[in-house]
């Protein structure tokens, strides 16, 4: 397991605090008996063993496909979960010390905002019934007069207007419903705003207003940011750190522009080559780079979890090695075998998990 990897800020005015340690974070559901089973549920290892800190006024990014746990990290950050082992501690409290209204007021601090809008705007309600509520629930501006001001100021701030908050979510057009849901997490004057595929559910043209308002609302409110999401082009827009999650650990964190500009581990080159493949000097994105899809997490491959798919260990298997280095399977036996752990980059503003993780040979499709 490894310490919690911090990367130098790179913004200026970023306070030297970490608002978020999370440090060797796991999260295992089933392994236990049911009523109706005396064979206990197989273990799934959503997250395992996660360690990041994000400091204040910065925006920490969590990249991985479906399935690699970044959803389940992210609800453990809010406190939706409690971890199997570890600790979460937001601005110098360990979530495992918190009661139920500790929790609650933690809840006003860190705000989750999801991908699909509808999910947390009440359908029967109309935008200023749903922001008002959110000032109800946790006591604040509990006079009409202050209340109304509030949350005047706050469809100002999202880009929406009065006429706004009298229509319900189904008068509104997607990018407007995301904006509500964003002045919804905001008008309880939260310190982070943990985003879970912010704009993915949005057309094309709506992204980049949605990207554009998130960063003006972090440079006026002076909020952290946690970014969940499956893009790493808009990882290399957004945060300032990153990890990017595989089968439930990091395979590669650290300083945004480190980790996207000269990314490491496989797993990330291959990302990076799908989202960026002019970059790589192609004009389409790669198909066949990363082969089949995200094993389950019932069944993590032995050794490297990565090697089943892995590119560069085809590579390195086809490029002749000796037979005694090599497994059954004709991949580098490390890889099947040893499980990698994370080492830094020289420089030390990033680290990878994996055994070749210095060779340079070009990713290539099979
Ligand atoms: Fe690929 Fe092997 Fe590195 Fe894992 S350790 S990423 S399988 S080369």
Redesign the pocket.
Known sequence: MNAPFRAPPRRSGAEAHDIVVVEKVSRHFGGRKTLLSRVAAPVVRAVDGVSFTVRRGSCFAIVGESGSGKSSLARLVVGLLKPTSGEVTIDGTPLSTLDGKGLRALRRKVQLVLQDPRASLDPRMTVFDTLAEALTVHGLHREPAARAERIDAVIGMVGLNAAHLARYPHELSGGQRQRAAIARSIVCEPEILVLDEPVSALDVSVQAQIINLLAELQARLALTYIVITHDLALVAHMADTVGVMYLGRF?EQGDVEEVCGAPR???TRSLMAIARPEAAGRRDAPSSLLEGSIPSPLAIPS?????TR????RQ?AAGGLPSRDTSDGL??R???E?T?VLNSAPGGRSAA?????D?RLPIQES
Do not use: D, M, N, T
């Open positions: 395979v581990h496989p797993y050794g490297c979890s990565f090697h892995c590119p560069l260990a390195l991949l580098p490390r890889c099947v040893e990698p998990s994996c055994h070749f993780a060779q």
